[in-house]
């Protein structure tokens, strides 16, 4: 994984639900965790993550199969701007997700919706799965 240059802001806490947009069973996931460097921010403080963070969730409605299971996801769409080095700002209809298994590889096949550029530049296995990339 590689940094990026784009300006990210952290505003999904613990709590906050995500559209699950891989084609993997689940549907919605709420935020448990951080993972990772920079798990959590100051003493006392929620630890807040953005696009292109990896997260520990559970699912909430869904496939059988994962409902009530703890799984790890990665952010791809945030409903926060996203300032880009050229001056533009990026905002999406919702916050989305994708599941992920060791390695930082997809479970599902395909994202429904758009992906943001900074997690193909991040993450270069997600660009097989993505529709759309902007």
Known sequence: MTGTA?????TLVPGTVLTCADNSGA????IINKVGKGGGGRRGKLAASGLGDIITGSVKS???????????????????PIR???????????????????GNLPIGTEVKGPMAREIVEMYIKMAGIASRVV
């Open 6 to 10: 784009t300006h990210v802001s952290k």
């Open 27 to 30: 549907k919605t996931v709420m």
């Open 62 to 80: 869904g496939s059988p199969d994962y409902i009530k299971k703890k799984v790890q996801a990665l952010i791809i769409r945030q409903k926060r």
């Open 84 to 102: 880009r080095p050229n001056g533009m700002r990026i905002i999406f209809e919702d916050n989305a997700c994708i599941l992920v298994k060791e």
